[in-house]
């Protein structure tokens, strides 16, 4: 079973949304509105020892990875962090001082991600070690962003470099909050995911969850220089790591073409670029463009949270 099998087999179960459920199942956050119609974005997400993290992993890193994907998560929907919760799941005979430096960094990292840690649960007998993040969120001005949305004709845009991303950045990236939110302000945004799993992967959450398709082109993919220290290593293209490497915490979107051509002939957010990548197309299917104008058909390469 696939991730978006089991998103899929969630839907079914949760039926119509109460009054007070905005988006929930499906998208990078939940968004519930409370009493004076204030609304509020929450995510969960986990790091599990051997998983996102190699053993021996610093608890700097490890602390700041936890609650900067939660952040992600929220910036995705161009929401502002407000405030989050920390569960950590030590294994049996853990070390004291690498368990309070744990508890440290994530206090440090919800700082300086101008996140308020306000409570969390710690408990220990577990083979490996984990932490999971709540956080919540205030929409910006311009309203939260799902990842539904997209239309055709849309431009699908992502910001910075992408792949290579396990050579280091995937414990020291930065959520693009302020971006979100200034981007949201400066372009006609109708759907917007952060690059956690993949390029191809992600591309295809938002494909589905608009009831579209997309065509990314290969020669317009904006590939890091990680991603070419990785091709290096595994044999395969700096393109294939850029599509599949995933854990780049950069924001996808698709936006009217006018919008999007503007932003980034400005030459995007400051100086985090934008590229546009490719564009939304009417029906179902999905296809990556090569550089001599072959179309494969878009495959989810990038990290699978479930197999069969």
Known sequence: MSERDLIRLILGLAGPRPDWLNLDVGDDSAVIR?????????????VFEGVHFEPGTPMSAVGYKAVARAVSDIAAMAARPLCALAAVGFPSG???????????????????????LIGGDVASGAERLSVTVTALGTPG??????????????????????????????????????????????????????????????ALHLAEAG???????????????????????????????A????????????????????????????????TVVGEVIEGADSS????????????????EHLTA
Not at 94 to 116: K, M, P, T
Not at 211 to 232: K, N
């Open 141 to 202: 001005p311009a309203g939260v962003i799902a990842r539904a949305g997209a239309r055709p004709g849309d431009a699908l845009c992502v910001t910075g470099r992408l792949g290579g991303s396990l050579l280091g950045r995937h414990l020291t990236f930065r959520p693009r909050v302020p971006e979100a939110l200034a981007l949201v302000e400066r372009c006609d945004v109708h759907a917007m995911i952060d690059v956690s799993d993949g390029l191809s992967t992600d």
């Open 243 to 274: 599509l599949n490497d995933g854990e780049d915490y950069e924001l996808l979107f698709c936006a009217s073409r006018e919008s999007a051509a503007r932003l980034a002939a400005d030459g995007g957010l400051g100086s985090l670029p934008v």
């Open 94 to 116: 853990a070390d004291g001082g690498a368990s309070r430096a744990l508890i440290s960094a994530l206090w440090e990292a919800a700082e300086g991600l101008s996140v308020r």
């Open 34 to 46: 409370v009493p004076g119609d204030c609304r509020l974005a929450l995510t969960m997400d986990s």
């Open 211 to 241: 009831g579209v398709g997309v065509r990314i082109r290969a020669d317009a993919v904006p590939v890091s220089e990680d991603a070419g220290r990785m091709a290096g290593r595994t044999g395969r293209t700096p393109l294939w790591h």
């Open 288 to 303: 990556l463009i090569m550089a001599d104008g072959s179309a494969v058909p878009l495959r989810p390469g990038g990290w």
